[in-house]
C-alpha cells in the first residue's frame, strides 16, 4: 500500500476535488527563509456550476505569508476567485496577531459580505468570531484549521495530517521491506512537536510503519523552518552514523534539511518529504536526490475553500453529490508523489 492517487474525489463545479487536487493546518506561521510565488490555483473542467450565476463578495482572512505554504494558499484563494464573473473577492491584510485577524473578520462581518473563508491563526481564539459571522448570516467557510464549534462554520475543507504519515508510513516500509531490511534506523524531522498537526502526522507515520515491524528510531522537532531544519538533521545526522530512511514534515523545513544533508555528505539513506512543495518535486525529478517521494498537503485547498463559498452563497450542490447541499465537512486525501507520477503534480507544487 503506498498512496491514494487511485481515488475518485468530489465535483466541485465541475473540478476534481480528492485525487491529487489538494495537501498544514499545513504548518505553523514560522518564519521561512525565502518567501516564494504560488502556483496558481489549477483551473479544471468547465461545469454547470461554473456558469455565471447570482453576484456576491466573499471575504478572505487567512494568516501572514511568511512560510512557502501560506504563501500559495492566499495566491490560490485569489487565483479561483478571479475565475468568476460573479465573484467579488475581498480580502483582509494578513496577518499572524490573534486580535488583528478578529478585527478584520470583524470589518467583513459588518461589509455584510455574502461569504467568508477564514484560515485562522488558532481555530480556538477566532471560534467566536466565525460565529459572530454564523450568527448573522453570513456562511464561514473553515480552511484547514478547524474551528472547535461546529456552528461556528458552515463547511470545513482541509488537509489529512493523520493521512499524511499513514502514507509516509507506507512508502518507508514498503521500501523498506523491499530491500530485505531488518531493525532499519527510521529517523523523523517533525514540525512543531506540541501542535496536534504534528501529533496526527507522527501518528499516522508511527501506525503505519507498525504494520511492517517497523518504528521510529529517532524523532526530533524543526519548528517548520529552514534554519531549524539545517540544524535538527546535522544533529541527527551527527547523532547516527548509518540511517535507512528519513520522513521530514514540512517541505519548507526540508530545504534545510537537505542543505544539512548534502554538507555531511551522506546518501546512504532516502527521505521522503512532506506538503508537495515544487522545490521537493524538483528534487525528486532529478533522481539524483535522497529526496524519494514526498507526501501531499496542497495548497490548492484555498481555491476549492473559494469555490465552495461561491456555491453555498449561491445557494448551489456539488454537481456530482444527489444532495442539494454543500457538505459540513470535506477531507482531502495525501498523495504519495514519486518520480513516476511527479510531472502530473508539479503544476500543483508551491515555490518554498
Known sequence: MTNNSGRRGFLLGG???GAGALV?????????????????APSGPAGAND????????GFSAPAADHGWIAAIAKNAQTAAGRYSDVTFKPVEPTNDINQQISAVESLIQAKVNALVILPNDGQQLNQVARAAMDAGIPVINLDRVFPDKLSYRTWIGGDNYGMGVAAGHFIGDKLKSSGASNPVIVEIQGIATLPLTQDRSKGFADALKTYGFSVTAQQDAKFTVESGTQVAANLLQAHKKIDAIWN??????????AAIKEAGRDEFFM??????ANAMREIQSGSSVLQATVTYSPTMAASAIRLARLIAQNKGMSDLMENEVPQSITLASETITKDNVARYLPLGFES
Do not use: F, K, M, R
Open 15 to 17: 473540478a476534481v476535488l
Open 24 to 40: 498544514s493546518a499545513c504548518t505553523s506561521n514560522e518564519p521561512a527563509a525565502a518567501p516564494a510565488s504560488a502556483a496558481a
Open 51 to 58: 456558469a455565471p450565476g447570482t453576484a456576491v463578495t466573499i
Open 249 to 258: 514534515h514540512d517541505d519548507d523545513q526540508g530545504i534545510g534539511v537537505l
Open 272 to 277: 521522503v518529504g512532506g506538503a508537495g512543495s
